[in-house]
């Protein structure tokens, strides 16, 4: 069984309740975490015996282009797509980080954090 991160992906995106956030967007941060069996990977070194990084980043990245709300919304799209592209993965956690957020003060971020452990 092997661990895969993705940490500190960095997009800029429209989510927010505020109609202004959605107009001018922010900066937010997501990081992500699964399990897998990479038994095979292990012993071939075949990028198909694994799940590819870059596919995953690109699944995030494919969900963060989708205006939201909430990042509960963002962060359970985020799980559902990796789900459905990759079953073998199992105890996928996301973090989903809005940088600068507009509440009244200054503060670095919000941030939200789903488990599934499917």
């Known amino acids: 069984m092997g ?5 500190g992906m960095e997009f ?17 941060l997501v990081d992500l975490e699964l399990f897998t069996d990479t038994r095979q990977a292990e012993q071939s070194d075949d990028l198909t015996k694994t799940i590819n990084y870059q596919a995953l980043y690109l699944l995030v990245k494919q969900e963060m282009e989708k205006e939201s709300h909430l990042l509960e919304h963002v962060a359970q799209r985020i799980l559902t797509s990796i789900h459905q592209t990759y ?9 989903v980080s ?5 509440l009244g003060g200054k503060l670095e971020k919000v941030s939200l954090t789903l488990t599934d452990t499917e």
């Open 98 to 102: 809005k940088m600068n957020p507009p």
């Open 87 to 95: 079953p073998e993965a199992y105890g996928l956690k996301v973090k």
């Open 3 to 7: 661990k895969i991160q993705l940490e």
């Open 12 to 28: 800029f995106a429209y989510h927010g309740c505020f109609a202004e956030e959605r107009i001018i967007g922010t900066r937010f």
